[in-house]
């Protein structure tokens, strides 16, 4: 059995292609977005994950030490930092380098040696999520200019 495409079934085809790949997409972007990142020494993981909220977990040597604990920010007023989050873009970079103490000190200089992870977010905010060859950290960066009331 042969089919003929005319001008008209090539159309119908063209523009149920374009429907199914632009539904794909779109289940895509609305599926939950995960990071990880490693610490220096690759002892410790972290996953990050943004769903309706945003939920982090650590490891350390595979084994899991927190799981799913939630990272958020509310305030008094406008939109809360963590609430059904939207990422615009993310980076990761490595940092090494030195602390020089400004008091005199036998350890006057400290290694600074972690992984980062900096993810913009939609609302005028960042997160950043730092592995530690000895722990992890994360913080929450306000772009917008305005006083809030946590």
């Known amino acids: 059995m042969k089919l003929?495409?005319?001008?008209?079934?090539?159309?119908?085809?063209?523009?149920?292609?374009?429907?199914?790949?632009c539904f794909?997409?779109?289940?895509?972007q609305m599926a939950a977005q995960n990071f990880d990142i490693k610490s220096p020494d690759g002892h410790i993981q972290l996953k990050v994950i943004n769903s309706d909220k945003i939920?982090?977990?650590?490891?350390?040597?595979?084994?899991l030490i927190i799981e799913k604990a939630e990272a958020g920010m509310d305030f008094s007023s406008n939109t809360d930092f963590g609430s059904n989050p939207k990422v615009k873009s993310h980076t990761i970079k490595n940092v090494s380098q030195n602390i020089h103490a400004v008091v005199a000190h036998?350890?006057?200089?400290?290694k600074?040696?972690?992984?980062?992870?900096?993810?913009?977010?939609?609302?005028n905010y960042k997160l950043n999520f730092r592995a530690y060859n000895d722990g992890v950290a994360y913080?929450?960066?306000?772009?917008?200019?305005e006083k809030r009331d946590v």
Do not use: H, V
């Open 4 to 21: 003929k495409l005319n001008n008209k079934n090539y159309q119908i085809m063209k523009n149920l292609l374009l429907t199914i790949c």
């Open 24 to 28: 794909k997409f779109g289940l895509c």
């Open 55 to 63: 939920s982090w977990s650590a490891s350390l040597n595979g084994n």
């Open 106 to 110: 036998k350890d006057s200089d400290i």
């Open 112 to 123: 600074d040696e972690y992984t980062e992870l900096s993810i913009t977010y939609k609302g």
């Open 139 to 145: 913080q929450f960066i306000d772009e917008a200019k």
